[in-house]
T-cell receptor, first 111, second 110 residues
Framework: DAGITQSPRHKVTETGTPVTLRCHQT?????MYWYRQDPGHGLRLIHY???????DKGEVSDGYSVSRSKTEDFLLTLESATSSQTSVYFC??????????FGSGTRLTVV | KQEVTQIPAALSVPEGENLVLNCSFT??????LQWFRQDPGKGLTSLLL?????REQTSGRLNASLDKSSGRSTLYIAASQPGDSATYLC?????????FGTGTSLTVIP
């Protein structure tokens, strides 16, 4: 998707290992978000950022941490991956809490 | 907490039909509402964004309406095509975050 990339696209990891997902934007947007998408639950907000080093929790933040040291990068870390964190993770950006632009997603499997 | 519901969960129509997808939300204090399309295994593509002060938005064969007071939005698709087959999601923006419905899976049969 234009202006926003997620890496990796796919990852398989073992229970108990730390995992970091990266969201990179070239739009210089202030707001960045991490969502997870699961069948029957839709998309749920994990964490979001409203500026460099400014982050806040969403509704499903337990077990996740984030960092934003530069405007363009927003990192999501699973501190100790569990099978319940198997999901598709989406990053989204917006210039001023207006409409979202989404990344292509990261499919994470925890075995 | 804002709750967003989309009905029906799945819909199958013959090609050429006009159709309406529904989205309802519990708290009318919204900033805007956005409709997305998601193809299997893919990300979300924005279709239409309606600000809280607007009643509707149009793009090609798509028309989205918003009735904030009743907590409803509809997405109207005219002259449906097989390429419209996808899951359609609505998202309500409260100003702090978007709340998503679980989507309507649309199949257009040739």
């Amino acid at each position: 998707d234009a202006g926003i990339t997620q890496s990796p696209r796919h990852k398989v990891t073992e229970t108990g290992t730390p995992v970091t997902l990266r969201c990179h934007q070239t739009e210089n947007h202030r707001y960045m978000y991490w969502y997870r998408q699961d069948p029957g639950h839709g998309l749920r907000l994990i964490h979001y950022s409203y500026g460099v080093k400014d982050t806040d929790k969403g509704e499903v933040s337990d077990g996740y941490s984030v960092s934003r040291s530069k405007t363009e990068d927003f990192l999501l870390t699973l501190e100790s991956a569990t099978s319940s964190q198997t999901s598709v993770y989406f990053c989204a950006i917006t210039p001023d809490r207006d409409g979202y632009t989404f990344g292509s997603g990261t499919r994470l499997t925890v075995v | 907490k804002q709750e967003v519901t989309q009905i029906p969960a799945a819909l199958s129509v013959p090609e050429g039909e006009n159709l309406v997808l529904n989205c309802s939300f519990t708290d009318s204090a919204i900033y805007n509402l956005q409709w997305f399309r998601q193809d299997p295994g893919k990300g979300l593509t924005s279709l239409l964004l309606i600000q809280s002060s607007q009643r509707e938005q149009t793009s090609g064969r798509l028309n989205a309406s918003l009735d904030k007071s009743s907590g409803r939005s509809t997405l109207y698709i005219a002259a449906s095509q097989p390429g419209d087959s996808a899951t359609y999601l609505c998202a309500v923006n409260t100003g702090n975050q978007f709340y998503f419905g679980t989507g309507t899976s649309l199949t257009v049969i040739p």
